[in-house]
């Protein structure tokens, strides 16, 4: 009988926040707000079910601008929603590290790790 073997992987370090943000999947238009976000995606409340593995865009304001990313919904539940971020440059990669910097300078540091 052979071994099995296990891949581990960390997963990135995810920060609580209060962030209001836009989706737009499958035609439709959603005020939702980000409760956690890490470099490779967030979490959302969603005030409606949709449909998991759809694509689209997640937008939010900071500092008068406009930050938008490509987005999947990796897992959908009735009032949350998980998005998996799609960056499509290396701006929007430099985009999301001075959002998260933001988001530790104002949250303390406080990282939810799970």
Same mark, same amino acid.
């Given at each position: 009988?052979?071994?099995?073997?296990?891949?581990?992987?960390?997963?990135?370090?995810?920060?609580?926040?209060?962030?209001?943000?836009?989706?737009?999947?499958?035609?439709?238009?959603?005020?939702?707000?980000? *409760?956690?976000?890490?470099?490779?995606?967030?979490? =959302?409340?969603?005030?409606?079910?949709?449909? #998991?593995?759809?694509? &689209?865009? $997640?937008?939010?304001?900071?500092?008068?601008?406009?930050?938008?990313?490509?987005?999947?919904?990796?897992?959908?539940?009735?009032?949350?929603?998980?998005?998996?971020?799609?960056? *499509?440059?290396?701006?929007?990669?430099?985009?999301? =590290?001075?959002?998260?910097?933001?988001?530790? #300078?104002?949250?303390? &540091?406080? $990282?939810?790790?799970?």
């Amino acid at each position: 009988m052979g071994s099995i073997m296990h891949r581990f992987e960390f997963r990135d370090p995810r920060f609580s926040c209060e962030i209001p943000v836009q989706l737009e999947f499958d035609d439709s238009k959603l005020t939702a707000r980000c *409760t956690e976000i890490s470099y490779k995606g967030m979490k =959302v409340e969603i005030g409606q079910p949709l449909r #998991a593995n759809s694509f &689209g865009k $997640v937008s939010m304001s900071r500092e008068g601008q406009t930050i938008e990313f490509q987005a999947r919904f990796a897992y959908v539940r009735e009032t949350q929603a998980g998005l998996d971020l799609i960056y *499509t440059s290396d701006t929007d990669r430099k985009t999301m =590290v001075d959002l998260l910097e933001s988001v530790v #300078a104002v949250r303390g &540091g406080r $990282v939810r790790s799970i």
